[in-house]
């Protein structure tokens, strides 16, 4: 639009028309800029309307993700969600238990924990039966018991017993 002004209110004069096609491109420029950044801008202005977590309603679930996080050298099998938790204090440390619910056969996830383990340091007792399995681990000052149980329902329940001593 601006050309056709320079263009009508000078024909002749080469340079009004350099400097209208200058401003174009410019005006160009900073219109896609503006159809970039609009996007990135209602994302930073609508990221915060998410769900708000009510800590007197979602507190025991997010403590218990918060107890995980002390146990960075335990891992947990895809696929596997926690069921239950808690938390108690020894008198030289603490005492955590964790169920897992999956889907993976209780084989598959005594094999994943023998490989796991070993790699995070721990040493390892197996005391699994036909049945169930049940591995014991130990590092000097943590210990953790690991139960499998297959159930009818082609479910597999996962339980860790951890403690630890030293002051929380």
Request: aromatic letters at 12%.
């Amino acid at each position: 639009m601006n050309v056709i002004k320079f263009i009508l209110n000078s024909p002749f004069d080469t340079s009004s028309y350099a400097k209208a096609t200058e401003a174009t491109q410019g005006e160009r420029i900073k219109f896609s800029a503006f159809i970039y950044a609009m996007p990135l801008l209602l994302l930073f202005l609508f990221a915060s309307c998410g769900k708000r977590y009510d800590l007197a309603h979602d507190g025991c679930a997010r403590k218990a993700h918060l107890e995980l996080a002390k146990h960075f050298d335990v891992p947990v099998p895809l696929g596997f969600t926690l069921s239950d938790s808690s938390c108690h204090a020894v008198t030289d440390g603490f005492s955590d238990f964790m169920r897992y619910s999956g889907s993976t056969a209780s084989t598959a996830v005594i094999d994943f924990y023998k490989r796991e383990m070993e790699r995070a340091g721990w040493d390892i007792t197996d005391l699994s039966t036909a049945r169930d399995g049940f591995l014991y681990c130990s590092k000097p000052t943590k210990q953790c018991g690991i139960q499998i149980q297959q159930r009818s329902n082609n479910a597999t329940t996962l339980s860790l017993f951890i403690t630890q001593k030293g002051s929380r």
